[in-house]
Nanobody, 123 residues
Framework: QVQLVESGGGLVQAGGSLRLSCAAS????????MGWFRQAPGKEREFVAAIGRVSANTAYADSIKGRFTISRDNAKYTVFLQMNSLKPEDTAVYFCAARIFTLATISSDYNYWGQGTQVTVSS
């Protein structure tokens, strides 16, 4: 079955960096666009970034544009989210998601989800 396993979350001070990874299995990775979403306590899940089947096609939420970078390694079935200049408002559980063929920014458009990894940014 399809599995998406996130890693790399943790506690970091404001201004710091983290790199999230999402390892995929049970699917043909190159047929899927990949996305990152996040959910803070008491809030709805929100789009963060997405990457198409080819790395040149990306999309970012305005709130993180210029600070976060999404990338993928198709040989390793892994997608990454490099997060720089972190702010306390970035604190959330970050989820990896896979969508067949095309990139999307809406969570309901994604076919598969990981369990999430906690990111906490202290002020």
């Amino acid at each position: 079955q399809v599995q998406l396993v996130e890693s790399g979350g943790g506690l970091v001070q404001a201004g710091g960096s983290l790199r999230l990874s999402c390892a995929a299995s049970g699917l043909t990775f190159t047929q899927f666009a990949m996305g990152w979403f996040r959910q803070a306590p008491g809030k709805e899940r929100e789009f963060v970034a997405a990457i198409g089947r080819v790395s040149a096609n990306t999309a970012y939420a305005d709130s993180i544009k210029g600070r976060f970078t999404i990338s993928r390694d198709n040989a390793k079935y892994t997608v990454f989210l490099q997060m720089n200049s972190l702010k306390p408002e970035d604190t959330a559980v970050y989820f990896c998601a896979a969508r067949i063929f095309t990139l999307a920014t809406i969570s309901s458009d994604y076919n598969y989800w990981g369990q999430g990894t906690q990111v906490t940014v202290s002020s």
